[in-house]
């Protein structure tokens, strides 16, 4: 039965409770709850994350042994299919697609759609 969030004893059970160790934790814990809980817990914090630092410092590890196992072959033909790069000779690629059969045809406009030319001709 429980009355107000305490749970009722008998005067022999709660002795029996206070000689137990969760009765002697509480009512340390009830003099000093930062001592007896705040430490204990900010401690289990600090020493998890240094525990848990070791998991991922195996995972990041693992990772950077897959990607730098490229061995000389690999390497070999990566260098052997790039293309020779050279400034002039990218200019005058570039150059090149002007020189494409293309030609600017305008857009038909819809009903009533402005056709957005301005007139620069002096007006009479």
């Known amino acids: 039965m429980s009355f ?12 029996a409770y206070e000689a137990s160790l969760a009765g002697r934790y509480q009512k340390l814990m009830k003099k000093n709850p930062f001592l007896y809980f705040g430490v204990p817990f900010c401690g289990m914090i600090v020493l998890g994350s240094y525990w848990l630092a070791g998991f991922t410092e195996v995972k990041y590890e693992r990772e950077d042994r897959r990607i730098n196992e490229m061995n000389e072959e690999d390497l070999l033909k990566i260098k052997k299919n790039q293309r020779k790069f050279d400034i002039k000779d990218e200019y005058y690629r570039l150059q090149g697609l002007a020189e494409e059969d293309w030609e600017p045809i305008r857009v038909t406009r819809l009903e009533g759609e402005s056709e957005n030319v301005w007139d620069t001709s002096p007006k009479s």
């Open 4 to 15: 107000g969030g305490k749970k009722f004893r008998s005067r022999r059970q709660q002795l």
